[in-house]
């Protein structure tokens, strides 16, 4: 008698961990890797941008050093000489103007380097209107 209460308590036993054994396995197959990319990615459809109203307060003397930087460095002899590490950023806006100068260091025709100096204008929407090195 004694076997068999045993046995008819270590069934339900047996069962329980059987079940949970399955259970942890479909977790584990069904869970899915929560930092996978997903199978097909939609790329967003292309917008249109659409330029703001032209306003002196929200163009940054930041951008206007990028937009002038490439029209300086064309009239350099030797554009990757470019050097901005002296950059003195300096910024106006006279008579509906942006005016921006900066010193940087390039070669010179001699193939020294020298620090130069540069000024851009700007017209009020922040359109490049002349610049040269000084």
């Known amino acids: 008698m004694n076997n068999s209460i045993v046995d008819q308590l270590q069934k339900p036993a ?27 990615k939609a790329e967003p ?8 109203e032209p306003d002196k ?9 990028f937009d002038c930087k490439p029209k300086i460095q064309e009239q350099l002899n030797n554009p990757k000489s470019f050097d901005p590490s002296v950059t003195s950023l300096k910024y106006n806006f006279v008579d509906n103007e942006h005016i921006i100068g900066f010193d940087f260091y390039a070669e010179n025709g001699f193939g ?22 000084v």
């Open 14 to 40: 047996k069962f329980i961990i059987g079940f949970v054994i399955i259970a942890f396995i479909a977790y584990l197959l069904f869970s899915g890797d929560s930092d996978a990319e997903p199978v097909a």
């Open 112 to 133: 020294g380097e020298v620090i130069q100096k540069a000024v851009c204008s700007f017209d009020a929407d922040g359109n490049i209107l002349k610049y040269g090195i």
């Open 57 to 65: 307060d929200k163009i940054s003397d930041l951008s206007l050093y």
């Open 45 to 52: 459809a292309p917008t249109a941008q659409v330029k703001p």
